[in-house]
T-cell receptor
Framework: DGGITQSPKYLFRKEGQNVTLSCEQN?????MYWYRQDPGQGLRLIYY???????QKGDIAEGYSVSREKKESFPLTVTSAQKNPTAFYLC????????????FGAGSRLTVL | QQQVKQSPQSLIVQKGGISIINCAYE??????FPWYQQFPGKGPALLIA?????SEKKEGRFTISFNKSAKQFSLHIMDSQPGDSATYFC???????????FGGGTRLMVKP
């Protein structure tokens, strides 16, 4: 079955440590996205990528970094510069011609202790 | 600046009742309005969507009503069931190739 796989599902880290969240898709979608979900704030875009080796900042990119070395993969690193990293992180993908139709992964919940 | 405002933030409905979630937008260039449904611990999934050339779209128990002049759209869930308990997000975009702007989400609980 085609879809998006995010790992790990739950992650605990100490303050000041960088963490990397994995996102893999086998939908042959061109575009991939990272969203952050906090209660009452909806889904906020962190980074997105339309093609391999290219990505753009979203609304809340500070303290995060990404790479897009392969079409199927779009990992997100939460750096120690992110002031409030505890959140639910969602990866999504779309055909670029239909960027407004998103397929989401199951999410990764990061808790910083 | 939140371009899509969603209300209420949470909603409790009895089984068999009607659930109504409202969204208002500011950008008149928006021309695609989807709703996503998210179950606990899962990612959101597209539920139903509407374009401004129609005032209503129905799929099963789910209906989107759209009021272009008021810049508002809403999701109605008829005969609400406990299995409908989820978080619902409205969204909007300009054209097919542009990014979605999401509302803040509504957590719906349907009591048996």
């Amino acid at each position: 079955d085609g879809g998006i796989t995010q790992s790990p599902k739950y992650l605990f880290r100490k303050e000041g440590q960088n963490v990397t969240l994995s996102c893999e898709q086998n939908l042959n979608h061109d575009a991939m996205y990272w969203y952050r979900q906090d209660p009452g704030q909806g889904l906020r875009l962190i980074y997105y990528s339309q093609i391999v080796n290219d990505f753009q900042k979203g609304d809340i990119a500070e303290g995060y970094s990404v790479s897009r070395e392969k079409k199927e993969s779009f990992p997100l690193t939460v750096t120690s510069a992110q002031k409030n990293p505890t959140a639910f992180y969602l990866c999504a993908s779309s055909k670029w011609s239909g960027a407004n139709v998103l397929t989401f992964g199951a999410g990764s919940r990061l808790t910083v202790l | 600046q939140q371009q899509v405002k969603q209300s209420p933030q949470s909603l409790i409905v009895q089984k068999g009742g009607i659930s109504i979630i409202n969204c208002a937008y500011e950008n008149t260039a928006f021309d695609y309005f989807p709703w996503y449904q998210q179950f606990p611990g899962k990612g959101p999934a597209l539920l139903i969507a509407i374009r401004p050339d129609v005032s209503e779209k129905k799929e099963g128990r789910f209906t989107i009503s759209f009021n272009k002049s008021a810049k508002q759209f809403s999701l109605h869930i008829m005969d609400s069931q406990p299995g409908d308990s989820a978080t619902y997000f409205c969204a909007a975009s300009i054209g097919a190739g542009n990014m979605l702007t999401f509302g803040g989400g509504t957590r719906l609980m349907v009591k048996p």
